[in-house]
């Protein structure tokens, strides 16, 4: 038995746009998973800048924003175009197909009066509906009987990306951080010894305490690996070097227990970066900041603190980020991390 096949050139026509459509949003889709995304936060002056140039050196790239905008407009268009058609066929297929839910006859009707042509505007109702609809199991039956009716070939393939549509619209903070595998958090780490310079009297290494403190129980975070660049590890050690000690700024330094693996405390240099790592540390073992010690928050519209719940992981790397080569050791060790992660993500390990 050979395949239908449209005497129609416009119908013929349509199908082929279809499918060329298909193709190139599967191949995005694809290569949009198979690229690692990292977040990189961390206070004034902690490195960031320079980790992004080295990342440029050792030729890590993303994709552009207008990629993504471009596959959005194509999405919208064509959930639109399905989750019309399908409403207005259920009710004329033999037998005829009615909705599981009954939200979803208001739905059905704020969908039938936008027509068949795209919305002027696609609000969060808009999209409100076509989730009621598209989560209709009639509708899903509809769908499984579409070979009675004209439907396009990816209805589902697009309903199925309403999510990802919406959110890259209305939800700019989820947007942003969807699908981010990874936060590099980025520590000046001798900055134990130097004020924020723009609120004198702060201790810059408290404060990135702090602003950790922030993202590791942020809502919109919550999901993403986290790693911390205990940056600028040369100039910590030359300071210590220079007989600069850290429990000047943080006398509980003079309790501070370091663990055996990490030495036996004789190098003052290790004692301290052991200690600095801890403060960090010992912030994802806690509860977050109160809501009082977080008024001064630097983020205060995308914090949304949670307690955990989870049971997360830290990695902290000691990082020197002008040198190319201790970036490139750090980050072979980042890509393998993010890579057992995604894995065990997936049950395969
Ligand atoms: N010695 C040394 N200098 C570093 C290191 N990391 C960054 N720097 C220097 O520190 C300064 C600040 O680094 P940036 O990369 O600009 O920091 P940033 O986080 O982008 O700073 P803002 O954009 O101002 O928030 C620059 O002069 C860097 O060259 C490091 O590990 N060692
Ligand atoms: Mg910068």
Redesign the pocket.
């Known amino acids: 038995m050979g395949c239908f096949d449209s005497k129609d050139p416009v119908e013929r026509e349509q199908k082929i746009v279809n499918q060329q459509l298909e193709k190139k949003l599967k191949t995005w889709n694809k290569d949009y998973m198979k690229a690692i995304k990292l977040l990189l936060l961390?206070a004034?002056?902690?490195?960031?800048?320079?980790?992004i140039k080295q990342m440029k050196i050792l030729h890590i790239s993303g994709f552009s924003e207008s990629d993504r905008q471009e596959k959005v407009v194509d999405i919208r268009q064509n959930i639109h175009e399905s989750i019309y058609d399908l409403v207005t066929n259920m009710s004329a297929l033999k037998p005829p197909v009615v909705f599981a839910n009954d939200e979803s006859e208001i739905s059905a009707s704020y969908i039938c009066n936008l027509g068949p042509k795209e919305p002027s505007s696609y609000t969060q109702e808009y999209y409100d509906h076509v989730q009621t609809l598209w989560n209709d199991d009639g509708i899903k039956e509809c769908y499984r009987r579409s070979n009675e009716f004209q439907l396009i070939d990816s209805a589902k393939y697009f309903l199925d990306r309403i999510k990802e549509v919406r959110n890259s619209e209305y939800r700019p903070s989820d947007q942003l951080f969807e699908g981010i595998h990874a936060i590099l958090f980025?520590v000046a780490s001798s900055d134990f010894d130097q004020t924020l310079r723009e609120e004198t009297g702060v201790n810059r290494l408290r404060e990135a305490v702090n602003l950790f403190d922030d993202i590791w129980h942020s809502r919109f975070l919550r999901h993403a690996g986290v790693i911390v660049f205990l940056?600028?590890?040369?100039?910590l050690k030359e300071k210590i070097e220079s007989g600069k000690s850290v429990a000047s700024y943080f006398p509980e330094y003079n309790k501070y227990q370091m663990s055996s693996k990490d030495g036996d405390g004789s190098d003052e240099y290790i004692r301290t970066r052991c200690f600095i790592r801890d403060l960090f540390s010992d912030v994802t073992k806690k509860k977050p900041r109160s809501p009082e010690d977080r008024k001064s928050s630097i983020l205060p519209g995308l914090v949304v603190m949670v307690a955990d719940t989870e049971n997360r992981q830290c990695y902290f790397h000691f990082?020197?980020?002008?040198d190319t080569g201790n970036i490139k050791t750090v980050f072979e060790d980042v890509h393998s991390m993010i890579l057992m992660r995604i894995l065990t993500d997936w049950g395969l390990q």
């Open positions: 961390g004034g002056e902690s490195g960031k800048t320079t980790i980025l940056n600028k590890q040369d100039m990082t020197v980020a002008t």
